[in-house]
Antibody
Framework: QLQLQESGPGLVKPSETLSLTCIVS??????????WGWIRQPPGKGLEWIGS???????YYNPSLKSRVTISVDTSKKQFSLKLSSVTAADTAVHYC????????????WGQGTLVTVSS | DIQMTQSPSSVSASVGDRVTITCRAS??????LAWYQQKPGKAPKLLIY???SLQSGVPSRFRGSGSGTDFTLTINSLQPEDFATYYC?????????FGGGTKVEIK
């Protein structure tokens, strides 16, 4: 059974960089059949797609965040990562890592989510 | 970006009721639509993909329909475990976008 587990600091100061990692277990991150991505959800609000990455390293970003986002993959460590720079309070959210089947962009597996609060 | 509009934003219903949630896309997305269920403090769960295909393990009381710009999620014979928030998502083009959610509450 595939499992995705997010990890990283729960508190980030304004103007600094949010960094999260998602460890993939029970399945291969090197599979050519999936994209790996990040979605966030501000407290009490809806879902926003941040971006996704293919095992080859090809990335797809939400244009609204593209200037601040970097998603990378480390297949040897079975993990992929999110960096969001110059954060503000508006970036406070539960961040989910997730998987999408190649060619469909549905999200069939989600991590449990981790809350990142931006505050001084 | 494709805007996804869900209605209603909330609905009150009783166990055994039929509930219908609609999702409208700002432009045609063929059948590239998914529905998710989210319970408090939990990650969303994929219910329906390709507008009407039931994800493995999802009860058959959940039914999706529609194509183009207008879509519907129907929950037949609402069960206690179905009280949650439901989101639609378009998978036609990037950036992926979600509807604002519909909260199904106990009447």
């Amino acid at each position: 059974q595939l499992q995705l587990q997010e990890s990283g600091p729960g508190l980030v100061k304004p103007s600094e960089t949010l960094s999260l990692t998602c460890i993939v277990s029970g399945g291969s991150i090197s599979s050519s059949s999936y994209y790996w991505g990040w979605i966030r959800q501000p407290p009490g609000k809806g879902l926003e797609w941040i971006g996704s990455i293919y095992y080859s390293g090809r990335t797809y970003y939400n244009p609204s965040l593209k200037s601040r986002v970097t998603i990378s993959v480390d297949t040897s460590k079975k993990q992929f990562s999110l960096k969001l720079s110059s954060v503000t309070a508006a970036d406070t959210a539960v961040h989910y890592c997730a998987r999408s089947p190649l060619g469909s962009w549905y999200i069939d597996y989600w991590g449990q989510g981790t809350l990142v609060t931006v505050s001084s | 970006d494709i805007q996804m509009t869900q209605s209603p934003s909330s609905v009150s219903a009783s166990v055994g009721d039929r509930v219908t949630i609609t999702c409208r896309a700002s432009q045609g997305i063929s059948s590239w639509l998914a529905w998710y269920q989210q319970k408090p403090g939990k990650a969303p769960k994929l219910l329906i993909y390709a507008a009407s295909s039931l994800q493995s393990g999802v009860p058959s009381r959940f039914r999706g329909s529609g194509s183009g710009t207008d879509f519907t999620l129907t929950i037949n014979s609402l069960q206690p475990e179905d009280f949650a928030t439901y989101y639609c998502q378009q998978a036609n083009s990037l950036p992926l976008t979600f509807g604002g959610g519909t909260k199904v509450e106990i009447k």
